[in-house]
Nanobody
Framework: QVQLVESGGGLVQAGGSLRLSCAVS????????LGWYRQVPGKQRELVAV??????????DYDDSVKGRFTISRDNVKNTVDLRMSSLKPEDTAVYYC??????????????WGRGTRVTVSS
């Protein structure tokens, strides 16, 4: 299976920046995508950003609400996927989850999730 551990969450002021990191381990050979999701109480978990493939050439996708402010990056050497956040807004407040998707041929589950890291943006 794939293990994911998020870190870097905390309390920041509106307009500030924060960097989240996800450590990826376990059965990583079949991973086809790594992403960040977020969830607030009473709402569905939503995609924030995802990178498909590996390295610098990987395709990325962002939710419209974070385009231009957030940057996702995958480091296959360090086995991490980071989310750099800037110009943070109170509406960015959520628990952020790291996600890995594995290929059908992999022994790992299709979806793997970390336990989440909380981000609170104060106004």
């Amino acid at each position: 299976q794939v293990q994911l551990v998020e870190s870097g969450g905390g309390l920041v002021q509106a307009g500030g920046s924060l960097r989240l990191s996800c450590a990826v381990s376990g059965n990583t050979v079949g991973i086809i995508a790594l992403g960040w999701y977020r969830q607030v109480p009473g709402k569905q978990r939503e995609l924030v950003a995802v990178v498909r493939g590996g390295g610098r050439g990987g395709a990325v996708d962002y939710d419209d609400s974070v385009k231009g402010r957030f940057t996702i990056s995958r480091d296959n050497v360090k086995n991490t996927v980071d989310l750099r956040m800037s110009s943070l807004k109170p509406e960015d407040t959520a628990v952020y989850y790291c996600n890995a998707k594995s290929a059908p041929w992999s022994a790992a589950d299709y979806d793997s999730w970390g336990r989440g890291t909380r981000v609170t943006v104060s106004s």
